[in-house]
C-alpha cells in the first residue's frame, strides 16, 4: 500500500517564492521526492488529472526549479494570486 505524501496547505502556498526547488514542489503536489526528481530529470513532473496539470522543471546547473506560476496553473489556481496584506494594527 503507498502512502500519500503530504500536501500544502492554501496559505503556504501563496507564501512560496517566485521559484523553489523540486522539494518543496514536490511536497505542493502530494508527490515524495524521490518521484519528483525522477520527472524532473524529464523537464517536467506530469499532471495527474483531476489534482494537477503537468509543471514544468528548470534546470539551473545542478539545480532544478519549478516557478510559483507554474505551480498554481497546475493546481488550477490564478497564477498571479497573492497573500492579502497583513492588516496593520492601528
Do not use: C, N
Not at 507564501?15 to 514542489?25: D, E, M
Not at 522543471?57 to 526549479?65: A, D, L, P, S, T
Request: charged share 25%; proline share 9%; aromatic share 8%.
Amino acid at each position: 500500500m503507498r502512502v500519500k505524501a503530504e500536501q500544502m496547505t492554501m496559505e503556504e502556498l501563496l507564501a512560496l517564492p517566485v521559484a523553489f526547488g523540486i522539494r518543496t514542489a514536490a511536497l505542493a503536489l502530494g508527490l515524495g521526492a524521490s518521484k519528483a526528481y525522477e520527472y524532473a530529470a524529464a523537464g517536467e513532473i506530469p499532471g495527474e488529472p483531476p489534482r494537477y496539470a503537468s509543471v514544468p522543471v528548470r534546470r539551473y546547473g545542478q539545480e532544478y526549479r519549478v516557478t510559483r506560476p507554474d505551480l498554481f496553473r497546475a493546481l488550477g489556481l490564478d497564477p498571479g494570486l497573492v497573500r492579502a496584506p497583513e492588516a496593520e494594527a492601528s
